[in-house]
């Protein structure tokens, strides 16, 4: 599966942004989705994942309750709403596809090529 995300831009803290990820292929049911995010110098970092089906997520400590992840199976597309930006919360942000609802980057098989998010104050 090919990924390819976009909608980061520049916001103030405390505003919203939507990323999506659209994906090719005929199986984009068949994969669970997560995205990451990375700033220069350290680890790519869990945001969050949505199962096959969406009727399940997970989120990372620091972003629950601001964002929410979702999918489109119908569109090849996987989203994710970012409310109550912080400056914290500037990053390139990656969407990726596997089998498994993981937290782990290297656990992920196919990654899109990263949208910048970037939150002033």
């Known amino acids: 599966v090919q990924l390819q995300a976009f909608g980061g831009g520049l916001v103030q803290a405390g505003g919203s942004l939507r990323l999506s990820c659209a994906a090719s292929g005929r199986t984009f049911s068949s994969y669970v989705m997560g995205w990451f995010r990375q700033v220069p110098g350290k680890e790519r970092e869990f945001v969050a994942a949505?199962?096959?089906?969406?009727?399940?997520?997970m989120y990372a400590d620091s972003v629950k309750g601001r964002f929410t992840i979702s999918r489109d199976n119908a569109e090849n597309t996987v989203y994710l709403q970012m409310n109550s930006l912080k400056r914290e919360d500037t990053a390139v942000y990656y969407c990726?596809?596997?089998?498994?609802?993981?937290?782990?980057?290297?656990?992920?098989?196919?990654w899109g090529q990263g949208t910048l998010v970037t939150v002033s104050s």
């Open positions: 949505i199962s096959r089906s969406g009727g399940t997520t």
């Open positions: 990726a596809a596997d089998s498994g609802l993981r937290v782990r980057a290297g656990d992920y098989s196919y």
